[in-house]
């Protein structure tokens, strides 16, 4: 045998050439064997020599074992109205552009209020609240949810027509699957009665079944819808029709008497909507003055948009402060 580097030949025995100082045998750095200069592969326990001993692959963390717990749950689901019609005769394309922005929207709100879109089922949107995360006011955030999807659609247009969404809202107990991915999160009787209930509610509405009424109707304004019959449903279900919020969250802030609809200003409040969302998602600051004669409702739309901030899962801080018109030194007050 040669020496690999220099080619003088090998004196008998030895590992280490005599000209050169090169091994003339190589260690296997996984078994120790000593194999001839050249060998690619271990002669005794295969380990690749030109790379080294192969690295074990990482160990795969063990997949979350999904667990079936009973949940009390507030589940959503809304749909456009006359979708059919509107793809009808209309370019894919067209359509596809449509849905985008009515899924993006459908996302967009529901997470502001803290709820998890499920799944899509054609045109129509399913989501839960009390899953994965609970809190003391779900049926209360989807009800918001619900009216704030049902305002935002009704202000998208479709070749200069007004969309119309429809929707209801019912808590209950159902069988939800935690820790899941890509497999139903509630089931029950409970998310059939709520898509079943949605099909009955008219456009540009919400309906509500009794234990969602009985949670929130200290903050939004409820009138009665009479019973349901629902198709494979034996019994009516009693339904309330959901109009506006007309308090803070637990009804804090609710005046005594009945208070009026808010009509007139809805550009104006969505206004100051996409300004406060703006602030927070390009980080820059707005300020935003309202202006006007006395009586044309300036404090209501202050007192909207606070109802509002008070309902969204987003963190917001504010401070209240008033200027009366009289009085010395009243500059500041505020």
């Not at 069988?175 to 079943?196: F, H, I, P, W, Y």
């Not at 206004?271 to 602030?279: E, G, I, M, R």
Request: net charge negative; charged share 20%; glycine share 12%.
């Amino acid at each position: 045998m040669n020496c690999p580097s220099c080619g003088t030949p090998a004196i008998a025995g030895t590992k280490f050439c005599a000209e050169c100082g090169t091994s003339l045998a190589g260690g296997c750095p996984s078994c120790g064997t000593q194999n001839v200069p050249g060998a690619k592969f271990c002669v005794e326990c295969g380990t690749n020599l030109m790379t080294g001993p192969v690295a074990a692959a990482p160990e795969q963390p063990a997949p979350a074992t999904a667990a079936a717990e009973r949940r009390l749950v507030s589940v959503l689901f809304a749909d456009l109205v006359g979708s059919t019609t509107l793809a009808e005769d209309r370019d894919p394309e067209e359509t596809r552009e449509l849905l985008t922005r009515y899924f993006d929207t459908c996302n967009e709100i529901i997470a502001r209020y803290g709820g998890s879109v499920e799944k899509f089922i054609g045109d129509a949107v399913m989501a839960v609240w009390g899953v994965p995360v609970a809190h003391e006011d779900d049926a209360e955030r989807a009800v918001r949810a619900a009216l704030d999807l049902v305002a935002t659609v009704a202000a998208m247009t479709d070749a200069g027509a007004p969309l119309a969404l429809r929707a209801a809202v019912l808590t209950g107990e159902a069988a939800a699957t935690v820790g899941a991915s890509g497999q139903s999160m509630v089931a029950g009787d409970l998310v059939n009665t709520a898509s079943r209930l949605q099909g009955a509610a008219p456009a540009g509405s919400v309906l509500v079944g009794e234990v969602t009424w009985r949670a929130t109707n200290e903050a939004i304004a409820y009138e009665e819808a009479g019973e349901q019959v629902l198709k494979g449903k034996a019994a009516p279900v009693q339904a309330w029709h959901a109009l506006h919020v007309q308090a803070l969250r637990g009804g804090a802030g609710r005046k005594g008497t009945l208070e009026p609809p808010f009509v007139g200003r809805d550009e104006e409040l969505r206004l100051v909507k996409d300004l406060f969302h703006a602030t927070g998602r390009e980080r820059k600051p707005r300020l935003v003055s309202i202006i006007g004669q006395a009586g044309i409702g300036k404090h209501r739309l202050a007192w909207e948009f606070e109802k509002y901030l008070d309902g969204i899962s987003e963190t917001g801080y504010w401070h209240s402060g008033r200027s009366p018109a009289y009085g010395e030194g009243i500059s500041f007050w505020a």
